[in-house]
């Protein structure tokens, strides 16, 4: 499986409290390791509705930040753009 770039070194480590995460709710549940994911989300529907958040700006939100913990820096896309420029030219 190829993983996105991890320019922080820190994405195992963010991928591990999700893990814990989702094991302290399965465990709390008794929901299946299929499911939990889904009804992890389900239940944080619920609490955006009750805590006054909106799920979706949240979500959003999430995806703005994944994506800049999952993108090179612009100095390293350049280096890789020059190199593989570079490659082509052999």
Known sequence: MKLPTNPQER????ALWAQI???AFMAETNTDESDALVE????VMHWCD???ESF????ERARSWYSEETSQPEEQLEENV???VA???S
């Open 82 to 84: 020059a190199e593989g």
């Open 87 to 89: 490659n082509t030219e």
């Open 56 to 59: 979706e700006a949240q979500l």
């Open 40 to 43: 992890f989300l389900v239940g």
């Open 11 to 14: 994405n195992d480590e963010r």
């Open 21 to 23: 995460a989702l094991a």
């Open 50 to 52: 009750r805590s006054g």
